[in-house]
C-alpha cells in the first residue's frame, strides 16, 4: 500500500533559519513520482517540485532544496535563510506511474511551518 | 487563464440537505479529482474521473456520489448532508502524456462546507 508520512505535524523557526521538512513514503511500486506541494494562509494548494523514482539527483531552485533518497525512501525539502512568507502548510505526496490507480495522490498530513520575524 | 474554478466557495447546510459542487477545468486534462482536507488529516482522495463518463471511488467515497458528464466539468454530490462532511473540498485536474511525464495536479481554490 502507498503511504506517505511526514512525522513533523509543526516548526517554528526565526527568519532566517534553514528548515527542513521530512517525507518518508512507503510504495511497491518501482515506478512512481514524488511532489511537494504548499498551502499558504489563504488555503490554495501551490505545486513547487516533483521528482520521478528513477531521478535521484537533489535539485536547487532558488532557496528551496530537495534531498531524495531511495535507500532510505525520504524525499526531504530544505528552506534556505527562511522568511515569513514562507509560512505555510506543505504537503509530501505520492503517486503511482501506471496501471488502474494512475495519477491518484497519496497526501502526507502536512507539516506547519510558521517563520516568526 | 481559468485553470480550476471550484464553485461554491462557501456554503453551509443543515443536516439532511443535499448539495452538489461543481468544479470545472479549462485546460483540456483527461483526469479530475475530488478531495477533501480536514485538520490533521492532508488531502483524502473521494472519487476520481479518468475520462468522460467514468467515475472511480477513492478513499474515502461513502456519503458522496460524483458525475463527469462531460470532460471539463466533475460534479460532487451530498445526497443527505452530515456534519461529518463539514471539510475543505479541492477539485483538481492533470493530464498524463502517453510518452510518461506525470503532469502535477492542478488544484481548485477549495470549498469551505459546515454541515450544522
Known amino acids: 500500500a502507498q503511504k506517505v508520512t511526514q512525522a513533523q505535524t509543526e516548526i517554528s523557526v526565526v527568519e532566517k533559519e534553514d528548515v527542513t521538512l521530512d517525507c518518508v513514503y512507503e510504495?511497491?511500486?518501482?515506478?512512481?513520482?514524488l511532489f511537494w506541494y504548499k498551502q499558504p494562509p489563504s488555503g490554495e494548494l501551490v505545486f513547487l517540485i516533483r521528482?520521478?523514482?528513477?531521478?535521484?539527483q537533489n535539485e536547487i531552485s532558488g532557496r528551496y532544496s530537495w534531498n531524495f533518497q531511495k535507500s532510505t525512501s525520504s524525499f526531504n525539502f530544505t528552506i534556505t535563510a527562511s522568511q515569513v512568507v514562507d509560512s505555510a502548510v506543505y504537503f509530501c505526496a505520492l503517486s503511482e506511474a501506471r496501471g488502474s490507480t494512475l495519477g491518484r495522490l497519496y497526501f502526507g498530513r502536512g507539516t506547519q511551518l510558521t517563520v516568526w520575524p | 487563464n481559468a485553470g480550476v474554478t471550484q464553485t461554491p466557495k462557501f456554503r453551509v447546510l443543515k443536516t439532511g440537505q443535499s448539495m452538489t459542487l461543481l468544479c470545472a477545468q479549462d485546460?483540456?486534462?483527461?483526469?479530475m479529482y475530488w478531495y477533501r482536507q480536514d485538520p490533521g488529516m492532508g488531502l483524502r482522495l473521494i472519487h476520481y474521473s479518468v475520462g468522460e463518463g467514468t467515475t472511480a471511488k477513492g478513499e474515502v467515497p461513502d456519503g458522496y456520489n460524483v458525475s463527469r458528464l462531460k470532460k471539463q466539468n466533475f460534479l460532487l454530490g451530498l445526497e443527505s448532508a452530515a456534519p461529518s462532511q463539514t471539510s475543505v473540498y479541492f477539485c483538481a485536474s492533470s493530464y498524463y502524456p502517453r510518452d510518461g511525464g506525470h503532469q502535477p495536479q492542478h488544484f481548485g481554490d477549495g470549498t469551505r462546507l459546515s454541515i450544522l
Open positions: 485546460m483540456n486534462h483527461e483526469y
Open positions: 510504495t511497491r511500486d518501482t515506478t512512481y513520482y
Open positions: 521528482r520521478n523514482s528513477f531521478d535521484e
